[in-house]
């Protein structure tokens, strides 16, 4: 059974840092890329970063670049999301998702249940 677990969603303060973590199970992480997705209120969700399962390829939404840092752990089923210089509109349920490709994560196939950031003062 494929699953997709986020945690380390909170609150912090703005220029804050926060890093979060999505466990992996039921399938071979390193065949496949991972990306971390979130939803602000009243706002469509949106891919915030990809990370390719070749040569760990990342790429970022122009809004999270050089801030947001994704990364792998293939032998620990984990993939993270080191968030820095945290922005009040970073505000958002994030989550991790797969549509098993190998490169991209367009129109996941399955997600996890998703994890709050709230970024305020």
């Known amino acids: 059974q494929v699953q997709l677990v986020e945690s380390g969603g909170g609150l912090v303060q703005p220029g804050g840092s926060l890093t979060l973590s999505c466990a992996v199970s039921g399938f071979t992480l390193e065949h496949f890329a991972i990306g971390w997705f979130r939803q602000a209120p009243g706002k469509e969700r949106e891919e915030v970063s990809c990370?390719?399962?070749?040569?760990?390829?990342?790429n970022y939404a122009s809004s999270v670049e050089g801030r947001f840092t994704i990364s792998r752990d293939n032998a620990k089923n984990m993939v993270y999301l080191q968030m820095n210089s945290m922005r009040p509109e970073d505000t958002a349920v994030y989550y991790c998702?797969?549509?098993?490709?190998?490169?991209?994560?367009?129109?996941?196939?399955?997600w996890g249940q998703g994890t709050q950031v709230t970024v305020s003062a």
């Open positions: 998702a797969t549509a098993f490709r190998r490169t991209s994560c367009p129109d996941p196939s399955h």
């Open positions: 990370i390719s399962s070749i040569d760990d390829i990342a």
